[in-house]
């Protein structure tokens, strides 16, 4: 049986919704590193006080400008986030003057969410503080990821929960 959280952070059985199949890349055994992963990419982390956001890629510089109020956890899932926008060259949808921009700049958002997600929460953890965790906020503290992160990973599993229920039954 597997279970997750509902909408107001109590324990439940896990539902899925909507089948979207998809490669799901993960990292190996040891927990994923933003920091080192920026260092790989030879990539500058820098702080500073932001207002209006937790983080922020800036590809001329290749610089990734981190608020400094942040808690540990915040700091890696941002980081993480932003280094997906890098590695997939995105680029600031803002001030576009076409009419797609915006929904652009939603679709880079998402997918940069969608794989940080998944480099910071592996299936096997995700399924360990499921089977134990009573909130949200528990599951999150444990895996060392912000709520929003742990939601985001948690709608990718359904979705690959699904796409290996539609497997089975093709055959």
């Not at 040891?30 to 790989?40: D, G, M, N």
């Not at 997918?111 to 480099?119: G, I, L, P, Q, T």
Request: net charge neutral; hydrophobic share 40%; proline share 4%.
């Amino acid at each position: 049986m597997t279970h997750a959280f509902d909408r107001k952070g109590r324990f439940a059985r896990l539902s899925l919704v909507g089948p979207v199949c998809a490669r799901v890349p993960e990292t190996g055994g040891e927990p994923y590193s933003p920091w080192e992963r920026a260092e790989e990419l030879g990539l500058h982390i820098r702080h500073a006080e932001l207002s209006d956001s937790w983080a922020w890629w800036v590809p001329s510089r290749r610089l990734i400008i981190v608020a400094n109020r942040l808690t540990t956890a915040q700091e890696r899932c941002a980081l993480a986030h932003e280094l997906e926008h890098a590695q997939r060259g995105d680029v600031d949808c803002r001030g576009i003057e076409h009419p797609s921009a915006r929904t652009w700049g939603r679709r880079q958002e998402r997918r940069a969410d969608e794989a940080a997600a998944r480099r910071l929460i592996s299936t096997a953890a995700l399924e360990a503080a499921m089977r134990w965790a009573h909130s949200y906020e528990e599951a999150a503290q444990e895996l060392q990821v912000t709520e929003h992160m742990l939601r985001v990973r948690l709608r990718l599993y359904r979705n690959e929960l699904e796409c290996l229920d539609t497997l089975r039954i093709a055959g």
